[in-house]
Nanobody, 129 residues
Framework: QVQLVESGGGLVQPGGSLRLSCAASGFALTLDYYKIGWFRQAPGKEREGVSCISGRDSVTYYADSVKGRFSISRDSAKNTVYLQMNNLKPEDTAVYYC????????????????????WGQGTQVTVSS
């Protein structure tokens, strides 16, 4: 069974940090061969791309709203992609999803993954005092 499983969300105070994980299983190829994107969706808002990491060269891209605070990375041995989130703000509150890119998709300079193909179930991040 093909799965992407996000974890690491939770409640954190403004200025705090969280590390989200996106663990893959059941794929024919390891995540090294995929572009991976992190997205988020807050209540009443459209989904937005937060960060994207390209394939084996692992070039990273970020939305302006998170640049300098979030960092995306991959651990090939664990077949997992991470999103390290520092200096969190209340406006970062959302459900965060990871997704693999469909064949031929690209990471945009805005941090969004084009044509996401497979999604995880999401993990809630709440930033509040």
């Amino acid at each position: 069974q093909v799965q992407l499983v996000e974890s690491g969300g939770g409640l954190v105070q403004p200025g705090g940090s969280l590390r989200l994980s996106c663990a893959a299983s059941g794929f024919a190829l390891t995540l090294d061969y995929y572009k991976i994107g992190w997205f988020r969706q807050a209540p009443g808002k459209e989904r937005e791309g937060v960060s994207c990491i390209s394939g084996r060269d692992s070039v990273t891209y970020y939305a302006d709203s998170v640049k300098g605070r979030f960092s995306i990375s991959r651990d090939s041995a664990k077949n997992t992609v991470y999103l390290q989130m520092n200096n969190l703000k209340p406006e970062d509150t959302a459900v965060y999803y990871c997704a693999t890119g469909a064949r031929g998709s690209q990471c945009r300079a805005t941090g969004e993954l084009e044509r996401p193909g497979f999604w995880g179930q999401g993990t809630q991040v709440t930033v509040s005092s």
